[in-house]
């Protein structure tokens, strides 16, 4: 649905009624604040991802922001347009009074079933995804955002399992000094960055941390500290982080070097954006 249509349709108090305008063919993922399903658009035959918001998870997490005018995932996502970010395109109300979103249906598996599953189709192409996903972090933080959730379950091996694409807006945020302030501290904890972990002021520097571990990871199928399943497995990352070479003594040193400057604990020592990383492993191939 087009921008000025989809406003069109807020205008008028239009909501979606699921059952009317689209065929569950069955529910793809289950999340913490929302449900996923694989759809038919009754309308256009077409198949597409639908994903339905719980409202009372949703008014709970909204809840951090009071006073701020906070953009729905719906109106951030669909301002995202690049190809290695899923495409958003359509947003609004249920009749039940739930956010929804229609988006392309993208089958395949998440990046973290690949690395669970150690997929030979990570094989020889590693580089090629890191750099995908850094083009796909670097559009998200020139539109204006953070992620705040960036980590392997976020990026969905797609086309054959060729390509990769960034998805899951749902704890995105603007990137101003208003949603920047220290306390909101949500995210996978595996990939938090020391300054989120520690309630200190934050910025588009802590999605650059996880998607150096994130990277790290797809390198070695290992974490650059203590892997673990709470809040607590975040506590140690303003501590040096493992060598990469000590997994993978045969990496690129460009590559290495790039990631470990994504993963540095002091924010300001830190690669300061997505370009400079890609700037960075520009002469690497894929390995």
């Given amino acids: 649905m087009p921008l000025f249509d989809h406003l069109k349709t807020i205008l008028a108090g239009g909501q979606l009624n699921v059952s009317k305008r689209f065929a569950l063919l069955h529910e793809a993922i289950s999340g913490t604040m ?16 639908l994903k339905i918001l719980d409202p009372t998870k949703t008014a709970a997490f909204e809840s951090r922001f009071k006073g701020l005018v906070k953009p729905c ?17 359509e947003y609004g109300l249920t009749t039940e009074g739930a956010q929804y979103l229609v988006m392309e249906y993208l089958d395949g598996p998440n990046l973290n079933m690949a690395l669970a599953a150690r997929d030979p189709c990570l094989e020889g192409r590693r580089v090629r995804f890191i750099r995908q996903a850094a083009e796909a972090l670097a559009a998200v933080h020139e539109a204006g955002f953070i992620h705040r959730d960036v980590c392997p379950r976020n990026f969905l091996l797609c086309n054959k399992r060729e390509d990769l694409k960034l998805i899951d807006f749902g704890l995105s945020v603007p990137a101003t000094r208003w949603f920047m302030q220290p306390g909101n501290r949500t995210g996978t ?6 300054e989120l972990v520690r309630r200190r002021p934050t910025d588009q520097r802590l999605d650059i941390f996880a998607f150096g571990v994130t990277a790290y990871e797809f390198c070695t199928f290992e974490l650059p500290w203590p892997r673990g399943t709470t809040g607590m497995a975040a506590m140690t990352h303003d501590q040096p982080p493992i060598d990469i070479h000590q997994y993978r003594p045969d990496i690129n040193p460009r590559l290495a070097k790039a990631i470990h400057a994504c993963i540095d604990p002091e924010v300001n020592k830190r690669c300061p ?13 894929d390995d």
Avoid: W
């Fill in 273 to 285: 954006s997505m370009r400079d990383f890609l700037r960075m492993i520009r002469k690497v191939s």
């Fill in 34 to 49: 929302s449900n996923f399903y694989m759809a038919r658009d009754l309308n256009t035959g077409t198949v597409v991802g």
């Fill in 73 to 89: 995932e719906g109106e951030i996502a669909a301002q995202l347009k690049h190809p290695c970010i899923v495409e958003t395109l």
């Fill in 189 to 194: 904890p595996n990939y938090m960055a020391p």
